[in-house]
């Protein structure tokens, strides 16, 4: 007769082999996950970027045009969010994936946020 824990640290499998302890700690360990969770926001932060970059073309192309308003706040929106998420992926990366983070990404964050500033602030018709 088998213990519980025994069952616990080893289980069988068809084979009858036994999976070691050892093996299933390696594969769901802490260490990694965190460090998938961090590259996950990351991707989550690029995709930000490019949305907002994208939101940027259109406020810059509808200059002039009725939809023009509309295209320039979704690119407010967009650089806002995306300035946002950098400030926080700045603080919850460790260090050293922070400060690559940064090194990365502080030029063209900056370049986005200047490309919205130089934009003129659209007219209230109802104003």
């Known amino acids: 007769m088998t213990s519980f824990l025994s069952n616990k640290l080893f289980k069988k499998?068809?084979?009858?082999?036994?999976?070691?302890?050892?093996?299933?700690?390696?594969?769901?360990?802490?260490?990694?996950?965190?460090?998938?969770?961090?590259?996950?926001?990351?991707?989550?932060?690029?995709?930000?970027?490019?949305?907002?970059?994208?939101?940027?073309?259109?406020?810059?192309?509808?200059?002039?045009?009725?939809?023009?308003r509309g295209d320039f706040l979704a690119a407010s929106e967009a650089v806002h969010l995306c300035i946002d998420q950098f400030h926080d992926l700045l603080h919850s990366l460790k260090p050293d994936k922070s400060h690559i983070f940064q090194l990365k990404w502080s030029e063209p964050l900056f370049k986005l946020r200047s490309r919205l500033d130089s934009l003129p602030s659209p007219k209230d018709k109802d104003n």
């Open 13 to 68: 499998t068809k084979h009858n082999t036994k999976v070691r302890w050892l093996s299933f700690c390696k594969s769901s360990s802490y260490p990694f996950q965190e460090m998938s969770f961090q590259d996950k926001d990351i991707r989550a932060f690029e995709k930000s970027f490019q949305i907002a970059a994208d939101e940027m073309v259109y406020a810059i192309e509808s200059q002039g045009s009725i939809y023009y």
